[in-house]
């Protein structure tokens, strides 16, 4: 049998930090409002001219580093993104061509908004497993910052820019243990930004439009629901998980599943108070933190788990 293992873990994110204290000088919002709402002090913005795949490609660099890999010896690239750099190509195509992979592999977009790097990381586990693949590169990346309607301090605050990313590998042992994911499209006025093209002008709001608190409700049910799904198909309980790697999007999203899961703040990485709420990338960045900093460690039971517009979740088991 063929399984998928994470080889290395790699991250960026943009230089410039914007602090709630900044925001508050451009939005009527204050640092203590939005610590004690979502959890989140900071968040990094992207430069001027600096896309998704930029940020996809500086992290992808260093989990090439950290692999030891050649970026030619890869054979599938799929970048998890909701602000791709053009409509197309896919930021995976931009992101094979400025790592300078020229062997011609599969690579393609995932659209799954937050959700995005759980439903990749699955594709990504289920085209290794099938054979189709042997080492994929696998992305998160965001640039949301130009995303944001500066006149609804409700979601400006919440969102920041960043990339993470693993290498997965065929290997003989299973390193991705299972993945559940689920959608339902009822939801899909909770949180959008309808604007699309049409005859070359944006027709409809291109910027985030959310209900706040119809989605951290929803949030919070499926996200337990979900990690217990995923722990109860391995026998499994959240005694048996060294860490759990939720999406950050708010602290207190985060510490309501963790209490469902009983699983104590210490086993749970958060990164959402330095990151803000990066989208698709914000589980795979929160996972390369902790391997650097030597929290999770090789061997480790770690379950990842993610939900974004659509309204699409899922979540993923794995043994480090
Ligand atoms: C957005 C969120 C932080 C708002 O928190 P909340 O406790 O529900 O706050 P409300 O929206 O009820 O707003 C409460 C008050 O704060 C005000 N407010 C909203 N944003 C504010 C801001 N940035 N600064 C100051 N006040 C703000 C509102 O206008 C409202 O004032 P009012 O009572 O005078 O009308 C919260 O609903 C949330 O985190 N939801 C989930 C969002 C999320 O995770 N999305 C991504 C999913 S992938």
């Known amino acids: 049998m063929t399984f998928s293992r994470i080889a290395a873990t790699g ?24 610590v004690t709402r979502s959890g989140i002090s900071q968040r990094h913005f992207a430069a001027d001219g600096e ?31 909701t602000t791709p750099d053009m409509a197309f190509p896919s930021t995976a195509c931009m992101v094979q061509a400025k790592l300078g992979v020229t062997n011609r592999c599969a690579a393609f977009d995932v659209q799954a908004v937050c959700s995005g790097f759980v439903y990749a990381l699955a594709s990504a586990d289920a085209m290794i497993r099938t054979g189709v693949a042997k080492r994929a590169l ?28 693993v290498l997965l590998e065929a290997a003989t042992e299973p390193g991705i243990l299972g993945c559940h994911l689920h959608a339902d499209g009822r939801h899909l006025d909770m949180l959008k930004a309808p604007g699309v093209l049409v005859g070359g002008k944006i027709d409809g709001n291109p910027f985030i439009e959310m209900d706040g608190g119809a989605v ?105």
């Open 11 to 34: 991250s960026y994110l943009p230089e410039r930090v914007v602090t709630n204290h900044d925001l508050a000088e451009r939005v009527d919002t204050s640092d203590e409002w939005i």
């Open 51 to 81: 896309r998704s795949s930029d940020l996809a490609t500086a992290a992808a660099r260093r989990a090439l580093d950290a692999a030891g890999w050649d970026a030619d010896s890869l054979d599938l690239i799929v970048v998890a993104t």
């Open 138 to 165: 696998v992305i998160g990346a965001e640039t949301l910052s130009r995303m944001l309607d500066w006149t609804d301090r409700g979601t400006c605050v919440l969102f920041g820019d960043g990339a993470g990313c």
């Open 216 to 320: 951290f409700k929803f949030a919070v049910e499926v996200l337990a629901e979900t990690a217990l799904e995923t722990l109860q198909a391995h026998d499994m309980t959240g005694a048996d998980l060294d860490w759990l790697v939720p999406h950050q999007a708010n602290i207190r999203i985060i510490q309501a599943t963790a209490k469902r899961l009983h699983l104590p703040m210490e086993r749970v990485v958060t990164t959402v108070a330095q990151h803000g709420n990066t989208s698709a990338a914000s589980i795979p960045l929160a996972f390369d933190v902790a391997v650097r900093d030597g929290r999770i460690q090789r061997g480790q039971t770690v379950l990842m788990e993610g939900i974004g517009a659509g309204f699409a979740w899922g979540s993923a088991l794995v043994r480090y």
